[in-house]
């Protein structure tokens, strides 16, 4: 092969440019023992392409199929979302849990203490429903004044 189409050739290939009729015959050239001097770089190259199209692969390969990756998967996932929810609903519980066994009761072993707090408990009642009292009296005022325009 003559040398100047031999180098348009290389150029073309590290371009990306050649066909593959056109890269046997690169092949072949830098197999052979006459490669020019300047071009004795690029036999490693072809050659590395030739000795990798001999090798086989001969180790094997474990077969899993999709269904089981996906098995594996869903069970990991459900049980990452259960032990999220646990552990959720246990902080929840523990901090808003209210400890009503701990509070008073209001019962009183003393009758006149129980007779003060019965009447505390009852003033503050009554106040409530007062305040409450004294709203309705507007509302019934305003009903007068309505029935009295429309009437």
Do not use: C
Request: no cysteine; glycine share 4%; hydrophobic share 35%.
């Amino acid at each position: 092969m003559e040398l100047d189409k031999l180098e348009i050739l290389l150029e073309k290939y590290f371009e990306g440019e050649t066909s593959i009729a056109e890269e046997n015959q690169l092949k072949e050239y830098f197999s052979s023992s006459n490669v020019a001097q300047h071009l004795k770089q690029y036999k490693p190259l072809f050659g590395y392409f030739s000795a990798s199209k001999q090798q086989e692969f001969t180790q094997e390969v474990p077969l899993v199929s999709n269904n089981q990756t996906k098995k594996r998967t869903t069970t990991w996932l459900s049980i990452a979302a259960s032990v999220t929810v646990l552990l959720g609903a246990g902080t929840f519980t523990y901090f808003n849990y209210d400890n009503t066994q701990s509070q008073e009761l209001g019962t009183y072993d003393d009758p006149e203490v129980a007779f003060r707090e019965t009447q505390k408990a009852l003033s503050l009642l009554s106040q409530n429903v007062n305040v409450g009292m004294e709203s309705v009296q507007y509302i019934q005022e305003y009903e007068t004044a309505k029935n009295k325009v429309f009437n």
